[in-house]
C-alpha cells in the first residue's frame, strides 16, 4: 500500500516563506509524476506545481515566480518552497504522486497553510 506523508505547513505572516515536503511510502516500481494541490472550502481541489521524474515542472499561474517544486528520486519525496507568501495562498495543500503501471493516483493527508497577519 502507497502511503504519503506531508509535512511543513502552518501559520505564516504575509511575504513569508514555508516549505511543503511529502514522502512516499509502500511498494511501488516506480514514480511517474508528482505534484501539489491546494483546497479551501467550497472550492475545488487545483493545483499548484507538478514534476515529473526527469524533472519537468509546470506551475499555476499564481505560483509563478514565487513556488518552487523539487523532487528527490532517490528518497522518494516532493517539496515546495513557497515564498512571497499571500494571504489567497491560504488552503490545505495535499500531495499527489502517480506511479509507474498503476491506475490509481495517491493522495497525502494534507497539511493547512495559513498566511495571516
Known amino acids: 500500500q502507497v502511503q504519503l506523508v506531508e509535512s511543513g505547513g502552518g501559520l505564516v505572516q504575509p511575504g513569508g516563506s514555508l516549505r511543503l515536503s511529502c514522502a512516499v511510502s509502500?511498494?511501488?516500481?516506480?514514480?511517474?509524476?508528482m505534484a501539489w494541490y491546494r483546497q479551501v472550502p467550497g472550492k475545488q481541489r487545483e493545483l499548484v506545481a507538478g514534476?515529473?521524474?526527469?524533472?519537468?515542472?509546470n506551475y499555476a499561474d499564481s505560483a509563478k515566480g514565487r513556488f518552487t517544486i523539487s523532487m528527490d528520486n532517490a528518497k522518494n519525496t516532493v517539496s515546495l518552497q513557497m515564498n512571497s507568501l499571500k494571504p489567497e495562498d491560504t488552503a490545505v495543500y495535499y500531495c499527489?504522486?502517480?506511479?509507474?503501471?498503476?491506475?490509481?493516483?495517491?493522495w497525502g493527508q494534507g497539511t493547512q497553510v495559513t498566511v495571516s497577519s
Open positions: 499527489n504522486a502517480n506511479m509507474q503501471y498503476v491506475l490509481n493516483t495517491y
Open positions: 509502500g511498494r511501488f516500481f516506480s514514480i511517474n509524476n
Open positions: 514534476i515529473t521524474s526527469g524533472g519537468s515542472t
